[in-house]
């Protein structure tokens, strides 16, 4: 069975940090690029970042480059999304999806994705 959890997710203040973290089951991680997606209220879903399968290659949505950094362990079949320099702005749920595509390529649309997580929720306030 396919399955992606999401977790680290919670409440912090403005200028604070977070790390994220998605465990996948049923799938090889090593054969899927990942990415993270996130959803505020009201708003719809928009790519956050992504990485490719080989790590060679990775991409930041331009309001979180410098602030973000998307990591992927293989071996432990997990995924990370560190957050720092949160603001208010970033406040929504978080989720991690996976994509069978080729070794090199980078997803960035949400269609593209097989597999998706249930996602954790991040809250910037103070």
């Known amino acids: 069975q396919v399955q992606l959890v999401e977790s680290g997710g919670g409440l912090v203040q403005p200028g604070g940090s977070l790390r994220l973290s998605c465990v996948v089951s049923?799938?090889?991680?090593?054969?899927?690029?990942v990415g993270w997606f996130r959803q505020a209220p009201g708003k719809e879903r928009e790519g956050v970042s992504c990485i490719s399968r080989s790590e060679g290659n990775i991409h930041y949505a331009d309001f979180v480059k410098g602030r973000f950094t998307i990591s992927r362990d293989n071996a432990k079949n997990m995924v990370y999304l560190q957050m720092n320099s949160l603001s208010p702005e970033d406040t929504a749920v978080y989720y991690c999806?996976?994509?069978?595509?080729?070794?090199?390529?980078?997803?960035?649309?949400?269609?593209?994705?097989?597999?998706w997580g249930q996602g954790t929720q991040v809250t910037v306030s103070s």
């Open positions: 999806a996976a994509a069978s595509r080729n070794r090199n390529y980078i997803p960035r649309l949400s269609e593209e994705y097989d597999y």
């Open positions: 049923g799938f090889a991680l090593d054969a899927y690029a």
